[in-house]
């Protein structure tokens, strides 16, 4: 049960994360300036904290003893992943 309480924790806090774009300080999570796709680099390095932090939690589920937790978890890794391969391929440009 503990397993579930942290999981559900995990995806609420996906959720704030990625609504983090309209934080309250006005940042849209793009860098004003010259070039204005330039994301702001303090909002990529949270999300890849955060994507790190999540991968970590799903891939210890994802050999739980229950066999829904277990599958929800290594149904969402890969998606975890790519968003993580995304966000550090924003963060060098490329």
Not at 17 to 34: E, L, M, V
């Amino acid at each position: 049960m503990l397993a579930l309480f942290s999981l559900t924790q995990v995806t609420r806090a996906i959720g704030t994360t990625a609504s983090a774009a309209n934080d309250p300080r006005g940042n849209s999570g793009f860098a004003a300036g010259a070039d204005s796709m330039c994301y702001d680099a303090e909002l990529i390095d949270r999300e890849i904290k955060s994507h790190v932090e999540a991968i970590a939690l799903y891939e210890d589920e994802a050999t739980s003893s229950d066999i829904q937790l277990s599958t929800f978890a290594q149904r969402i890794l890969p998606q975890l992943h790519r968003h993580l391969d995304r966000l550090r391929s924003m963060k060098t440009g490329n």
